[in-house]
């Protein structure tokens, strides 16, 4: 294959095909720079290590491949996250499931937190950022996602317990003030999970391979058990899909059923308190 050889940064800039802040995220990732070095050195020569490294990286983003997995993190909640293809790589509209978890604890504060499904611990650890005085847990089914939570507990110095367990398998009867999850729940009949970003994310991330509900139910419906006196639980939640968990939360007896819409107006985040 001929390629131009860019004499400097500013010409690749100009000639990676990418839009430009992709084409500088990838230049930090193989120079090890920031952006703010960039701005100073942007006539600077790629040395020819560099280059063939870069070619690499643009091809692998020009065949579709997430940024975040090709430069490995990922911001969310204002925090940095590592990621790669063993856990979901985290969304905006997940901060709201956060936010609704950070309004609950300004009321309780000391409170013992939940998450389940952790995957990056993107949601376990921007809580006990935020909240330094509640206890939080996290769980995944997965090791290899495990392993990228306590990596990324370890580069933002946050103590949160992990627990490998396939739901509740392995977690305490009766330990949690509050209890938060994004499990999978696209149906696997989504033609989304075969385009875009969806078709480099593991799949059991996505999709509970049933009606896209099945693991609302199994959490709603066992959290009771889980939850301390007047415990509450929240779940992520796909567009489509507020009123059938509502049902599920109504029928395993939370009360105080509510609803949270995201910025586009759709109803994301379901949750209630188990009252005893
Ligand atoms: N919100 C994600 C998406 O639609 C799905 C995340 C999930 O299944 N928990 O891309």
Redesign the pocket.
Known sequence: MTTIQPQTLRTFFAQSGLPLLEAKMLVEKVLGVTRAWMITHDTDRIADKDWALLQILVQRRLQGEPMAYIVGKREFMGLDFSVNPSV?IP?P?TEILVETALAFLEKYPTASVLDMGTGSGAIALSIAYHCPTASVVASDVSEAALSVAKQNALQLNQSVQFIQSDWFSQIPKQSFHLIVS?????HPDDI?LSQGD?RFEPLS???DFSDGLSCYRTIIQQAPLYLKENGALYV?H?WDQAESIRKILYEAGFSNISSIKDLSGIERVSGGVFLV
């Open positions: 979901l969304r509209d994004n499990p999978p729940y696209i989304h969806l991330a996505l999709t992520e796909g």
